[in-house]
């Protein structure tokens, strides 16, 4: 719409912007040892808080149409156990300035509220957690989610305990759906350790050692910002400085090209942006929800000693 006269029109997005949002929410029905949020509750005031930042972050979503849009949800909690986040992701998915919506789940809700979504847009980045649910009942989640056409990858913490576990589940996994692994925080992997991992994942080896990263050119703060539940954007989630605000428009200003200034990333969500590794194009179309471009092909998965032929298969 034309301003006052005299006034000035708002300053041009980025052509797209991929978003990671991550608002006050922190309580999990998980009890994951090496979680700090493990069976962590919310108190009214604070679920209050949450279901009020998300709703306004995403009525500015669907207002600000001067760019095109990819967004992450990343709750230090679970999410899809609230009604107010799946609400949002449904909404979103139907916007035509939204190429993808996403979220970061334990997989534990039902599913079949996706079947509202746009399943051309909408997709889970889920995590198994074998101490936490049975081996049938994810898997269950997974083929519900297949049998929806919903885009999802499946990942797992590479602690050894769960090793026999995410072999069975990458073997029974249905076709086409990327099972990907993390390097478990605090452990170090000798090559040996490391094998059945990259076996299951062969790009487990970007997870497996922190990337160096000071001085590199990377696309958070350019065309990927972290925005916080007050609307305070950052480059990332792990760089503290703030560019201003979104809700205000004083992020825009310090939107622009600049080199990480930390020494290193050890997470996904932030090294996937960093141009010197080029996993815009491992990840290509799938970048938010951690699908690669193309689906490793992988070997025999052994199960308890017994070697079952994996489906999972494509070009390398």
Not at 17 to 30: E, K
Not at 239 to 255: H, I, M, Q
Not at 291 to 307: D, F, H, L, T
């Amino acid at each position: 719409m034309p301003g006052r006269p005299g006034a000035s029109l708002p300053a041009p997005l980025p052509e797209h912007l991929t978003l990671l949002y991550r608002g006050p929410l922190a309580s999990c029905d998980y009890d994951c040892p090496y979680c700090p949020f493990a069976k962590r509750r919310d108190s009214p005031e604070t679920l209050r808080a949450d279901r009020a930042a998300l709703e306004r972050f995403t009525d500015w979503v669907t207002a600000t149409t001067r760019s095109r849009f990819s967004v992450l949800f990343t709750p230090w909690g679970e999410g899809l156990t609230r009604s107010w986040y799946r609400r949002a992701i449904t909404g979103l998915s139907h916007l035509p300035h939204v190429e993808r919506v996403a979220i970061q789940t334990n997989l534990s809700g039902r599913t079949a509220w996706l079947a509202d979504c746009d399943s051309g847009s909408v997709a889970l980045w889920t995590t198994y957690h074998p101490g936490e649910v049975g081996h049938e009942r994810f898997l269950g989640k997974a083929r519900e989610l297949a049998a929806l056409g919903i885009r999802f990858s499946v990942g797992v913490v590479g602690r050894p305990e769960h090793l026999e576990a995410a072999r069975r589940m990458c073997a029974d996994l249905p076709e086409n759906v990327y099972l990907w692994v993390n390097a478990a925080e605090g452990l170090t992997y000798t090559d040996a350790e490391a094998a059945p991992w990259q076996e299951l994942d062969p790009h487990f080896h970007y997870s497996r050692f922190p990337h160096p990263s000071r001085g590199l050119p990377c696309r958070t703060g350019e065309s990927v910002l972290s925005v916080n539940g007050d609307g305070e954007v950052r480059r990332c989630h792990f760089v503290d400085t703030p560019l201003g605000n979104l809700y205000d428009g004083s992020f825009e200003a310090g939107l622009g090209p600049s080199s990480c200034p930390l020494t290193s990333c050890d997470c996904h969500i932030g090294y996937v942006h960093l141009e010197s590794l080029d996993l815009y194009d491992v990840f290509r179309g799938g970048v938010i929800e951690r699908i690669p471009a193309v689906m490793p092909r992988r070997g025999e998965v052994k199960v308890a000693g017994k070697s079952l032929q994996n489906r999972h298969s494509g070009t390398p």
